[in-house]
């Protein structure tokens, strides 16, 4: 089978036409044959070889890559029960080991023995892919197929979303990549009263604003960062917003946040700043009373029912606009480059080749 792998810690990826197809070896193994798989901003980093991921990975390379697919049911352990073969699905790529204290009290995204498919495992971008069946997702088979390839990133931003109170609340969402103009959407659905969203690309941040974003301010530019920073304060009975959702992952971000928020407002970090970093603890989080929440994957699977709830509505318009370039698996290399490039917003690869317009 194709299949594109990290071969070793050095930057780029490789591409076998001839990889071993995976073998069922539990009863309750799963494997499913992919039809489209999105390329994640963590794919990105893996191809660029990012320092921290390689140190996880150095041990497991070479290894298929790729969290977030869709495909069909092609084969089963005999220990599985409630799928079946040809079924169209999906699976959550955090697998929990189910024993430890978080998984036993509900919170298994919180797992303290939780590997990843496509880090710590062989992933999801080849003809097929194997996994545990407790991972597994069921999809509508009339799901668009370019938007169930990237459920996995979906499902980041409806967490992220979904973790304070929006309604009513002035809000602004901290880079404008496909999560961050995902989570635009989501506040405008669940009524957020004002949304606002920097980045430092004019490209997105016009499409945060098609999304529903009510203003947006490219922070490069010095007289629209100061702006933004005006705006967030001019309330004067809250002199702050009530919810930061950080989307971007860079350090600048934190610092506007920790200005922009209320007394008693709420921040929530889904991006990933490299390194360390210096928080002012005194003056921006205890003295400001914020609560703050980390935010990795989904919650397994209650994140899953409430995704796939709203993509039954006007939400799966904006997952559909996202996808902006598509290849087949083979082109891979593309695809990447068109990521590195920082050009379009979603990138679906398909195994098969190209789907028929």
């Not at 990290?6 to 499913?32: E, R």
């Not at 490209?203 to 999304?211: D, F, H, R, T």
């Not at 705006?231 to 809250?238: E, L, M, P, Q, R």
């Not at 995704?307 to 598509?326: C, I, N, P, S, Y």
Request: proline share 4%; charged share 20%; glycine share 10%.
């Amino acid at each position: 089978m194709q299949a594109i792998q990290k071969s070793n810690t050095n930057p780029g990826l490789t591409y076998l036409p001839n990889a071993p197809v995976p073998q069922i070896t539990t009863p309750h193994d799963v494997i499913v044959k992919v039809k489209a798989a999105g390329i994640c901003g963590t794919d990105v980093h893996i191809h660029a070889a990012k320092p921290s991921l390689m140190n996880r990975m150095g041990k497991v390379v070479p290894l298929t890559i790729g969290h977030e697919f869709c495909g069909h049911i092609e084969d089963m352990g005999h220990g599985v029960e409630g799928l079946t073969k040809g079924q169209f699905v999906s699976a959550e790529m955090h697998w929990t080991c189910g024993q430890c204290y978080n998984c036993r009290t509900g919170n298994g995204h919180w797992c303290l023995s939780q590997t990843v498919g496509g880090i710590d495992q062989p992933g999801a971008f080849a003809d097929y892919v194997k996994l545990p069946a407790s991972a597994i997702v069921p999809l509508p088979p009339e799901l668009s197929i370019e938007v169930a390839a990237y459920l996995d990133a979906i499902g980041n931003s409806v967490y992220t979303a979904r973790k304070v109170d929006v309604v009513g609340k002035d809000v602004a969402v901290i880079g404008a990549g496909p999560l961050g103009i995902l989570a635009v959407a989501l506040c405008r659905l669940m009524g957020a009263k004002k949304i606002y969203v920097t980045d430092i690309s004019d490209y997105v941040l016009k499409v945060a604003k098609a999304e529903g974003a009510d203003e947006v301010f490219n922070v490069k530019d010095e007289k629209q960062h100061q702006e933004f920073l005006k705006i967030a304060a001019s309330d004067h009975t809250k002199r702050g917003l009530d919810v930061v959702l950080e989307m971007s992952g860079a350090t600048s971000a934190y610092s506007d946040a920790f200005k922009a928020l209320r007394m008693g407002g709420d921040f929530v970090l889904l991006g990933l700043p490299s390194g360390e970093m210096a928080v002012n603890f005194s003056a921006d989080v205890v003295m400001k009373g914020l609560t703050i929440h980390g935010i990795f994957g989904r919650r397994i699977f209650n994140t899953w029912a409430d995704m796939l709830a709203l993509l039954q509505g006007e939400f799966l318009g904006t997952a559909k606009r996202l996808v902006t370039h598509q290849f087949a698996l083979a082109d891979f290399e593309r695809g990447f480059q068109t990521k590195l490039a920082g050009e379009g917003l979603k990138v679906v690869l398909y195994p098969g080749g190209l789907p028929q317009a």
